[in-house]
């Protein structure tokens, strides 16, 4: 079995308004929507460094993975069914 670590990320490169707006563009393919995306990104993300960055990433991956979604109950709850685990 192959044995993953994390890589080290390539250093951080701030990114020009127009750079961004750019990329936002390319996601979205609508230039509305890529002003607004813009409009809405709060001043301390948009200026954080890459460390700060890699902490809310790895925060949201952990409360994503910790939390059942809509309509799925963790595997510690007791009101699992046999016939819930079929569907």
């Not at 390539?10 to 230039?31: C, K, N, S, W």
């Not at 963790?74 to 685990?85: D, F, G, I, L, M």
């Amino acid at each position: 079995m192959e044995s993953t670590t994390p890589k080290a990320a390539p250093a951080a490169v701030p990114m020009t308004p127009g750079q961004r707006l750019e990329a936002l563009l390319e996601h979205t393919g609508d230039l509305d929507k890529a002003e607004v995306l813009q409009a809405s990104i709060p001043e301390w993300l948009a200026n954080a460094d890459l460390n700060g960055v890699q902490a809310l990433k790895s925060a949201f991956e952990q409360s994503f993975w910790l939390k059942p979604g809509p309509g799925r109950r963790s595997k510690s709850s007791s009101r699992w069914t046999s016939s819930a685990r079929s569907n």
